[in-house]
């Protein structure tokens, strides 16, 4: 059956949502560049309408102009890659983690950025019975090691305005002050702000194409963790699974 014939030609899809995504099912079927008069006969999408929906895709970057016809675009491409950070990230990070933990003896953090919070993707428990060690703990980017750590580093100012916004102007001053110590230094820390009796010093995770992608952490009991040994080992960490990625 061909595309100019297919089930979809004889009753279009009603949502500009379920629109799109049968424009974007629809390139990618066909494998090579289509016209907005094939897209709009294999969706059964009014050729009016494809072509106001293709013209956004294409504004947006994920449609691009190919020739005379329509293909996918670089934005999907980077979404997929986004989408596959995770398992990347725990792959390249394990190995990294467990030398840490070892030199240390404190818990070792893995996290990425989710909204206004850090989430843990991988951890290694330390001496700190107290704080939580699983995979998908939660805790605020705006005081946390790791979260100051991916923050000083995100381009995407939308983020840094949603995590800073319950601090007030002298607060958000001084805030991004730390974030340029920090952006300096490659090294946050969190003297107990987020849990009490818990010091953490965080270190960025640098992707291959020079983005922000986590924060890798040590947390020990405040007073007999000492920040001035941990540090030098955090941020070589951070810069061994920087590397570990581009490699990837």
């Known amino acids: 059956m061909s595309r100019l014939s297919s ?14 995504l049968s424009i974007l099912d629809a390139v990618k079927r066909e494998g090579s560049a289509m016209s907005v008069t094939d897209i709009a006969l294999s969706t ?13 895709l294409v504004s947006q970057r994920y449609l691009t102009r190919d020739g005379d016809g329509i293909a996918l675009g ?6 997929g890659a986004r989408a596959t950070m995770p398992r990347r990230l725990v792959s390249a990070a394990a190995p990294v983690m467990s030398q840490l933990a070892q030199r240390t003896g404190e818990r070792v953090g893995l996290w990425v950025q989710q909204g206004t919070e850090m989430v843990s993707l991988a951890a290694a428990p330390g001496r700190l019975p107290m704080l939580p060690t699983w995979a998908g703990m939660r805790s605020p980017a705006l ?9 000083a580093f995100c381009e995407d100012q939308h983020v840094i305005d949603r995590v800073s916004a319950p601090l007030i102007e002298d607060e958000i001053a001084r ?3 730390e974030l340029t110590t920090v952006r300096t230094s490659m090294l946050a820390t969190d003297a107990g702000a987020s849990y009490r009796g818990v010091l953490a010093v965080a270190s960025p995770i640098i992707g291959s194409d020079r983005s922000v992608v986590g924060a890798i952490s040590v947390a020990g009991p405040t007073g007999s963790m000492l920040p001035d040994n941990i540090a030098p080992l955090v941020r070589a960490a951070g810069v061994s699974l920087a590397r570990r990625l581009t490699a990837a």
Request: aromatic letters at 6%; hydrophobic letters at 45%.
């Open 7 to 20: 089930p979809q030609a004889s009753a279009g899809p009603a949502t500009v949502l379920a629109r799109i």
């Open 44 to 56: 059964g999408i009014p050729k009016s309408t494809a072509a106001r929906l293709v013209s956004e």
């Open 74 to 79: 670089l934005r999907l491409f980077e979404l």
């Open 143 to 151: 005081t946390t090691a790791s979260g100051k750590a991916f923050l």
């Open 175 to 177: 805030f991004r002050e």
